[in-house]
């Protein structure tokens, strides 16, 4: 059932429905901006970015975990997200505890040292039972690079085997789509030879 143009949620008023559990909403600031209807009724959005800047004590802002949940919110929330298409949009979540910042610092504190937030089922929510701290090469395992290769009975993922001949992920993928198999696909590169200048 759609939600009635009026419809108060917070701060935001609901204008029109644009499709696909979306609507045209306005901050009382005057901001207007899409939401999802989910996102709405459950109260994980009462006001836009700017107002809810505003009433964030600096303490809050200035965390070093504030970037990272802002992040996780926005890409699984905001339909307008630049990456949105590969989050919200597939349907990665962000559980309803960690929609409240000092549950998430709570759970997922401290932040080691280079390390991102990752979660075990690529298809699973942000949830305190999916994500842990991982390097981003374990992170881009699980995303593009988690093609399996087997090289004489032994399978790797393309970044696990870069990582282990010290080649680069992009050299190996190229002799992939080269067709190149087996023991090939990891031989040595050439080493590139400058041409002489005749001048
Ligand atoms: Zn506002």
Known sequence: ??????????????????????????????????????????????????????????????????????????????????????????????CDRWHTFANFVADVSPRPPDMQLERADNDGPYSPSNVHWATGRENSNNRRNNRLVTIDGVTKTVSQWAETTGLPAPAIFARIYDG????????????????????
């Open 1 to 94: 059932m759609t939600i009635e143009p009026d419809t108060k949620f917070g701060d935001w008023t609901v204008l029109q429905y644009l499709g696909a559990d979306v609507y045209l909403c306005r901050c009382k600031c005057g901001t207007e901006k899409p939401l999802l209807g989910g996102n709405l009724k459950r109260g994980h959005t009462t006001k836009c970015r700017k107002c809810s800047q505003a009433a964030k004590p600096d303490a809050v802002r200035r965390h070093p975990l504030y970037p990272i949940w802002n992040g996780m919110i926005t890409r699984c929330e905001n339909p307008q997200a630049h990456d949105y298409a590969n989050y919200g949009g597939r349907g990665i979540c962000v």
């Open 180 to 199: 190149y198999t087996g023991q090939d696909i990891i031989k040595p590169l050439r080493h590139y030879r400058p041409r002489q200048h005749l001048c």
